[in-house]
């Protein structure tokens, strides 16, 4: 169990870098496009597309599992900090199951989407050139799926109560 734990901890922090490094690409490229059409009339082409459908999408959704992993999901607890100590731990640990149910879902739905998309050969005309948009639509089933997955391990760590390996200071 610890090594899967371990697994899952490597895989969710190489995705945060991935989605780091779509912010950066996403910001030198942008900045790129402003310059070129502002100093040489001629915008890079594509950059609008490449944001939309690619940068945006692993900025947003490939570091899912990294916050999974770090328990960092915006939650709120005006009612549930009011709870014993021991109610919240086990309230924290069924949700654990609710988002397996919520993101295996998301997971299988958004893969049905990709694969229509990849049949279909996607793409979108941005300017005089068409560019693949399909590939992007497999991001969201990857991420959803390994959120998933996390969370699966999460529970299961909590029913065992067995070391997790999720992270360097685990037990």
């Known amino acids: 169990m610890y090594r899967i734990g371990r697994f899952l901890g490597h895989l969710s922090e190489l995705t945060s870098i991935l989605g780091g490094l779509a912010i950066a690409l996403m910001m030198l ?5 402003v310059v070129m059409r502002t100093l040489f009339d001629s915008p890079l082409p594509g950059t609008i597309t490449l ?3 690619y940068y945006m999408v692993i900025a947003a959704f490939i570091p899912l599992a990294y916050n999974e992993r770090q328990d960092s999901h915006i939650s ?3 009612v549930t900090e009011q709870l014993p100590a021991v109610v919240r731990r086990h309230l924290a640990g069924w949700m654990l199951l609710f988002s397996v149910a919520a993101f295996g879902g ?3 739905r958004s893969w049905q989407e990709a694969m229509k998309k990849f049949q279909i050969g996607a793409s979108i005309v941005q300017g005089d050139s068409s560019m693949s948009i399909w590939p992007s639509y497999f991001v969201l089933p990857f991420s959803f799926g390994l959120m998933a997955t996390v969370a699966l391990y999460k529970f299961c760590i909590y029913l065992s109560g ?3 390996g999720l992270s360097s200071s685990s037990n």
């Open 29 to 33: 490229q942008i900045t790129a496009d």
């Open 51 to 53: 944001v939309s459908y």
């Open 76 to 78: 709120v607890e005006v």
């Open 106 to 108: 998301l997971a299988f």
């Open 162 to 164: 067995a070391r997790t």
